[in-house]
């Protein structure tokens, strides 16, 4: 169980908790974090020691002259940098005294990264609806709009955050990728399900494809997942360990008219939850998420297009209610700009 932060929210944003090892040639903590984060804050990291906002466990502060074993944990708030407003708006789908279903827009990360902080849909959502302690169950890329399920209960939020660990959730999402050409078959290759070996290395910012022996090709890794003794596995599962069923639901111009390429829209059920599984699978088929900057191609940073978001949409996400035993569907009410043009006979 995590531990307890002896400081409560602020902002809107919870304190920051780092582990201090027990030995190194560092006299104090303050050496330790000065010498770990100095690069960054100095002045600030001093300071903070000196006014009393580093504290241990039990929320005893900490000075500059704290010995290196005087806490195995240390919890402190970091310096909010300003944060120019996105230009976008979340929604509140639904709420009860357990959960709050929202559709999070294209472009707001789900909870404070880097220059987000302020600029995440947690803080924005405890700031708006004065709830310090309000956790997301699961989340979102930045760059992916739609459900996002959060516990307001932290007496209940376990029941909820089992559902996605045990894998008892459904989502669909839906995707427009450009069509180079539209075969006379295109719509003959779907539904297909899509399964590959994915691998997402600590500070790379794509996942990586691995190759795995051929006689572990017929693998179904989402049947190969289970629990034992009551524990989850945790031995590594030979061949593909990620699975997404892709559906072709229709194709045509793009909303563009004639300036614009033919898209396809796709309804996408990942059966499996690896990092960035739904955008290297559509990559994979020669399918790429229309303004993916990651695949099939890493693309150079650049400041936001708030005119061209990833055409990537978490559409509905279901499951039976741990503690009522009802069934719950949340949809989002977000569309796809992309998305080709409805013919008549499909409205």
């Keep these: 169980m995590a531990q307890k932060s002896p400081l409560p929210v602020r902002n809107g944003v919870n304190a920051t908790r780092l582990r201090i090892p027990h030995t190194g040639p560092w006299r104090t903590i303050h050496e330790y974090v000065l010498e770990t984060f100095g690069h960054i804050d100095p002045a600030g990291i001093t300071s903070r020691f000196h006014n009393g906002e580093v504290v241990d466990a039990a929320g005893n502060a900490l000075s500059t002259d704290s010995p290196l074993d005087a806490a195995e944990f240390i919890w402190y708030y970091r310096s909010l940098p300003e944060e120019p407003p996105l230009p976008v708006q979340e929604e509140v ?3 009860d005294e357990h959960l709050l279903a929202v559709d999070k ?3 707001l990360p789900t ?6 902080v302020q600029e995440s849909l947690l803080v924005r959502l405890r700031h708006r609806l004065n709830l310090p302690d309000l956790v ?3 989340r979102l890329d930045r760059g992916t709009a739609g459900v996002v399920i959060f516990a307001k209960n932290p007496e209940t939020r376990g029941a909820y955050q089992l559902l996605f660990e045990n894998r008892r959730v459904s989502k669909t999402y839906e995707c427009v990728s450009a069509l180079n050409d539209v075969p006379e078959n295109l719509s003959a290759r779907f539904p ?3 399964r590959n070996r994915i691998e997402k290395v600590k500070g790379v910012v794509v996942s990586q494809l691995m190759s795995y022996d051929t006689a572990d090709s017929g693998r179904r890794p989402h049947d190969s997942w289970h629990r034992v003794k009551g ?8 061949g593909a360990n990620s699975s997404s069923r892709v559906e072709l639901l229709r194709h045509g111009p793009s909303p563009r008219g004639s300036q614009g390429p033919v898209v396809g829209l796709f309804r996408l059920t990942p059966l499996t939850g690896k990092t960035h599984q739904l955008r290297i699978h559509m990559a994979m088929l020669g399918l790429g998420i229309l303004h993916d900057r990651f695949y099939p191609d ?3 940073d650049a400041p936001d297009d708030f005119e061209a978001p990833l055409q990537l949409l978490d559409r509905s996400l279901s499951f039976t209610d741990p503690l009522s ?3 719950r569907v949340f949809t989002s009410t977000r569309r796809l700009d992309e998305a080709p043009v409805r013919r008549d006979a499909e409205a």
């Design 105 to 107: 827009p294209h472009f």
């Design 325 to 327: 035993g009802e069934p």
């Design 111 to 116: 909870t404070p990264a880097g220059r987000y």
């Design 298 to 300: 890493l693309w150079d």
């Design 136 to 138: 997301p169950i699961h």
């Design 231 to 238: 524990r989850r596995r945790t031995d590594p599962i030979p």
């Design 93 to 95: 789908l639904h709420e």
């Design 192 to 194: 297909l399900t899509v």
